[in-house]
């Protein structure tokens, strides 16, 4: 049972560039998050999914698209990466809030992180 | 979601007892206070999660008074391992968006 894992876990791109980051998790979460964190900052919600074939907009979507294409997967990609997009990438997945009628604790279980830099 | 104030940094020894009070004036009734821990280097990792009075377990306590507009985390007898960032998030409990401030960092010291 590996959690959460994220590929790659570092990234060095140039303005202009375009990558994808990927989102893997084997707990079979409904819900997934992208977010990022910028030094001494706390993590800013980027886009989330509360199941397959959906997504949404969270806090700082500006720049940034996802895809959910499968159940366990969430993908973020950055089309025209910035300098202003060098942060360091969580993703995380967890339950929703109430599964079936017992209510789960607002627990996220977070990946390793991809720490990206845009030249 | 509401707005949570807390240190900006604590520092403390091993052994010691360390308290990180955690201010949410506008929570809402359906609100839960849940605290997250972050190594450096590591995505942040729930610790404990509370509604009022007290919640326990085996890594700490969560102390919320009647008022429910603060709440305290505690850490009993602290290592060097327990250096880290601390934030406390306010969520609804239909809800399943967290947002972070910028935490509270504890530098626990030999």
């Known amino acids: 049972n590996a959690g959460v894992t994220q590929t790659p876990k570092f990234r060095v791109l140039k303005t202009g560039q375009s990558m994808t980051l990927l989102c893997a998790q084997d707990?079979?979460?409904?819900?997934m998050y992208w977010y990022r964190q910028d030094p001494g900052m706390g993590l800013r919600l980027i886009h989330y999914s509360v199941g397959e074939g959906t997504t949404a907009k969270g806090e700082v979507p500006d720049g940034y698209n996802v895809s959910r294409l499968k159940k366990q997967n969430f993908l973020l990609g950055l089309e025209s990466a910035a300098p202003s997009q060098t942060s360091v990438y969580f993703c995380?997945?967890?339950?929703?809030?109430?599964?079936?009628?017992?209510?789960?604790?607002?627990?996220?279980?977070f990946g390793p992180g991809t720490r990206l830099t845009v030249l | 979601l509401a707005k949570t104030t807390q240190p900006i940094s604590m520092d403390s020894y091993e052994g010691q007892e360390v308290n990180i009070t955690c201010s949410h004036n506008?929570?809402?009734?359906?609100?839960?206070i849940t605290w997250y821990q972050q190594f450096p280097s590591q995505g942040p990792r729930f610790i404990i999660q509370?509604?009022?009075t007290k919640v326990t377990n085996e890594v700490a306590s969560l102390f919320i008074p009647a008022d429910r507009k603060s709440s305290t985390l505690s850490l009993p007898r602290v290592s060097l391992s327990d250096t880290a960032v601390y934030y406390c998030l306010v969520a609804l409990s239909n809800d399943y968006k967290l947002s972070f401030g910028a935490g509270t960092t504890v530098t626990v010291r030999a």
């Open positions: 707990m079979n979460h409904e819900y």
């Open positions: 506008n929570i809402a009734t359906n609100d839960y």
């Open positions: 995380a997945s967890s339950l929703p809030r109430t599964s079936g009628r017992i209510r789960t604790r607002n627990e996220q279980f």
């Open positions: 509370g509604y009022k």
